[in-house]
T-cell receptor, first 114, second 114 residues
């Protein structure tokens, strides 16, 4: 079974803090994704990576950056957290040609910025 | 611009009856569609998918129908069970989108009434 883990289930940070969200997958998948989920807006793609050290912007990259130094690990960075970044953050992975379009998700991190 | 739309934010269905969840899309380049199920405090899990070369795909109690001319897909759950209570997201992608990015709808909260 594919396992995607996220470093924290709940996180509370102050406005202006730098925030790191970590994601690790154990199935050697090439693709990794970061989404945020907000009521009424569904899942929106922030950034994704299709290889180590490669990254591409998703639909809402503003205020975020990412890092992928190792294949299994994909980090989301909020350079200066703001209250409008309070959300549920979901990490996912997939393998081109093997899992097709199916993405496997972690349990999510509920981030509150005060 | 919401390319994948789920116009019903919520749906309540009696246990044992059929649940029908709907999804519309606007981008004619989408050629692969998926349904995900999400419980509170968990990540989404893959449920069922369909390629645009088919108009129906069935897996146990779950059937997805695709009407390409109407740009509409639906998920049927028969019979509905209490454990089906969750938020359901439809998602779309295609070979033209590279790296198997998914575009998600806004979700429908399904409640099964015992």
């Amino acid at each position: 079974d594919v396992k995607v883990t996220q470093s924290s289930r709940y996180l509370v940070k102050r406005t202006g803090e730098k925030v790191f969200l970590e994601c690790v997958q154990d199935m050697d998948h090439e693709n990794m994704f970061w989404y945020r989920q907000d009521p009424g807006l569904g899942l929106r793609l922030i950034y994704f990576s299709y290889d180590v050290k490669m990254k591409e912007k998703g639909d809402i990259p503003e205020g975020y950056s990412v890092s992928r130094e190792k294949k299994e690990r994909f980090s989301l960075i909020l350079e200066s957290a703001s209250t409008n970044q309070t959300s549920m953050y979901l990490c996912a992975s997939s393998q081109p040609g093997l899992t097709g379009y199916e993405q496997y998700f972690g349990p999510g991190t509920r981030l509150t910025v005060t | 611009d919401q390319q994948v739309k789920q116009n019903s934010p919520s749906l309540s269905v009696q246990e044992g009856r059929i649940s029908i969840l709907n999804c519309d899309y606007t981008n004619s380049m989408f050629d692969y569609f998926l349904w995900y199920k999400k419980y509170p405090a968990e990540g989404p899990t893959f449920l069922i998918s369909i390629s645009s070369i088919k108009d129906k795909n069935e897996d146990g109690r779950f059937t997805v129908f695709l009407n390409k001319s109407a740009k509409h897909l639906s998920l049927h759950i028969v019979p509905s069970q209490p454990g089906d209570s969750a938020v359901y997201f439809c998602a779309a992608s295609g070979s033209n989108f590279g790296n198997e990015k998914l575009t998600f709808g806004t979700g429908t909260r399904l409640t099964i009434i015992p």
